[in-house]
């Protein structure tokens, strides 16, 4: 279905493209699951980093997904300081209050494999830089590995 404006199509097909990439990743058909998972993550992804960095983040993101992250954004009293994986985890579970502990620990994996994939991987890594060690595990290996490198570069 065209909307008949290129850009509108444009996001529609890219931000589908990421919805996919999370279901594969999910493995499930379950497009809302995959949905709520994105924004959830998405969410506390957003708040965790700040209003400088979330804004180049967004920057990056398609059009409908920019909308979906900056959905009920206050970026007062941010970042948030999660600093263990129970607490980010229980930041994301907020928004996905039918969800498992499982389920949100696998949606924090998916959502974020699927951001450092289509974001600049600079971008990403700066990013990953920003969360405690704790919390790295949820992006990819190789998120990690140049997150590390990037930090022992600079001490």
């Known amino acids: 279905m065209s909307t008949g404006l290129d850009i509108f199509d444009r996001t529609v ?22 949905y709520v998972s994105l924004r959830a993550v998405l969410h506390a992804l957003r708040d965790r980093i700040g209003p400088e960095s979330a804004a180049h983040l967004g ?5 409908l997904l920019r909308g979906l992250y900056y959905e009920g954004w ?29 389920e949100v620990e696998q949606g924090a994996l998916a959502v974020l494999d699927v951001l450092s994939k289509h974001v600049d991987r600079g971008a990403a890594v700066k990013i990953a ?12 290996s190789f998120i990690q590995t140049a997150a590390k490198n990037r930090q022992e570069g600079a001490a």
């Open 13 to 34: 097909q890219e931000s589908n493209l990421w919805l996919k990439a999370v279901m594969d990743r999910l493995e499930t058909a379950d497009r809302h699951r995959a």
């Open 129 to 140: 830089t920003m969360f405690p060690h704790d919390l790295r595990k949820f992006w990819p």
């Open 59 to 63: 920057a990056q993101l398609p059009m």
């Open 74 to 102: 206050d970026p007062t009293n941010k970042p948030t300081k999660e600093r263990h994986q129970e607490a980010f985890l229980a930041r994301i579970a907020q928004e996905l209050p039918r969800a498992t502990e499982s």
